[in-house]
C-alpha cells in the first residue's frame, strides 16, 4: 500500500509560514483529466459495512478509492484532494486517521486535505466518508 508516484499534472503550493504539517495548502493542476471521487465509504462488495472503529473502516475506504482510481488508470499519486467526513470526530481520532491514511498516501508529498467532523453519515454504522480530487494523466 504505497501513495504512488506523483503526478506530473501536480504540483503542491504552500505558501511561506502557512504550513499545515501532513497537507498540502493547495494543488495546482495541469494537463491531465480530472477525476472527481465521490464520496467512498467503508463498505464491502456484498454492501456490508467493514470495521466497527475508524482505522478499520477507513482501512476499507482507501481499499475502495484504490479501486476507483485504478479504474480511472491511476492510483494515489493522482490524488489532489481528499475531504474526509468523520462522525462524531474528536481530536484524539487524528493521529489514527493520518497513520492509516499515510499507509496510502506518501506522507512526504500529501494532497490538499480537509477534515470536517459530522453529527451523522448516510449509514448509522459508518464512521468515516472520504470524497477527492484525482488528476489522471493523458
Do not use: K
Request: hydrophobic content about 50%; charged content about 15%.
Amino acid at each position: 500500500m504505497t501513495g504512488g508516484v506523483r503526478s506530473p499534472h501536480l504540483r503542491p503550493v504552500d505558501p511561506a509560514g502557512g504550513v499545515v504539517p501532513g497537507i498540502a495548502q493547495g494543488m495546482v493542476i495541469t494537463g491531465g483529466q480530472l477525476l472527481v471521487l465521490s464520496g467512498h465509504v467503508p463498505l464491502d462488495a456484498d454492501g456490508a459495512v467493514v470495521g466497527t472503529d475508524h482505522a478499520a473502516q477507513l482501512e476499507q475506504v482507501f481499499v475502495n478509492m484504490l479501486a476507483t482510481l485504478a479504474a480511472a488508470g491511476g492510483d494515489f499519486g493522482s490524488v489532489a484532494r481528499l475531504t474526509f467526513y468523520v462522525r462524531d470526530y474528536r481530536p484524539e481520532l487524528l493521529p489514527v486517521i493520518r497513520s492509516v491514511r499515510d499507509r496510502w498516501i506518501d506522507s512526504a508529498r500529501p494532497p490538499a486535505s480537509a477534515l470536517i467532523g459530522v453529527a451523522a453519515l448516510f449509514h448509522s454504522q459508518v464512521l468515516i466518508e472520504v470524497d477527492g480530487l484525482a488528476v489522471i494523466g493523458r
